[in-house]
């Protein structure tokens, strides 16, 4: 069973259309998380969120919207999708906010066209 | 004060040889220092993690050194193998609510 589980894997889409990206973790972590990867491989965290609460909210458009139904799920919804926002999104949890392992998804390629 | 900076960005090393990457961090309130390892295509999983209590800690190949007065920390890998060719992370955080910070990540390649 994967641990943390995201679809799509791959998406290309055109500019300003909008899609989401599903979220589903097994492990019981009360914290989950979004990342953004760009093409020279940083990491940059979105979002973050401790039992379905949003704790972390950094400096990210608000075309990017994280919605959690439940603590196991926290799914990723963008907006007018623009050519920069073409990166790997990883969905990621933890047992709790102390950022002790981090446990993340195989990730989902976002390229807009 | 947030940074962690991680050198170098590549690596090229032949088999059987030592990698070394280095990680300096500002922030003296820093307790967690862990060392992640992603493989192409894949997301960036655990490899390591020290806490400044020691300054070293080593599993398998995986070595942690830990310098707290200067505020660096590195990883060793002995014996690389084509295996280990992976992006490595270092990162750093203050434990409680306060988010993971991570370098910025180097590209290790090992040459059979």
């Known amino acids: 069973d994967t641990a943390v589980s995201q679809t799509p894997k791959y998406l290309v889409t055109q500019m300003g259309n909008d899609k989401s990206i599903k979220c589903e973790q097994n492990?019981?972590?009360?914290?989950m998380y979004w990342y953004k990867q760009d093409s020279k491989k940083f990491l940059k965290i979105m979002f973050s969120?401790?039992?379905?609460?949003?704790?972390i909210n950094e400096t990210v458009p608000n075309r990017f919207s994280p919605k959690s139904p439940d603590k196991a799920h926290l799914n990723l919804h963008i907006n007018s999708l623009e050519l920069g926002d073409s990166a790997v999104y990883f969905c990621?949890?933890?047992?709790?906010?102390?950022?002790?392992?981090?446990?993340f998804g195989e990730g989902s390629w976002l390229t807009v066209v | 004060q947030q940074q962690v900076k991680q050198s170098p960005q590549s690596l090229i090393v032949q088999k059987g040889g030592i990698s070394i990457i280095n990680c300096a961090y500002e922030?003296?309130?820093?307790?967690?220092f862990p060392w992640y390892q992603q493989f192409p295509g894949k997301g960036p999983a655990l490899l390591i993690a020290i806490r400044p209590d020691v300054s070293e800690k080593k599993e398998g190949r995986f070595t942690i050194s830990f310098n707290k007065s200067a505020k660096q920390f590195s990883l060793h890998i002995m014996d690389s193998q084509p295996g280990d060719s992976a992006t490595y992370f270092c990162a750093a955080s203050r434990g409680g609510n306060y988010q993971l910070i991570w370098g910025a990540g180097t590209k290790l390649i090992i040459k059979p």
């Open positions: 492990l019981g972590h009360d914290t």
């Open positions: 990621a949890s933890s047992q709790d906010f102390s950022g002790n392992t981090i446990y």
């Open positions: 969120y401790n039992n379905k609460e949003l704790i």
């Open positions: 922030n003296t309130a820093f307790d967690y």
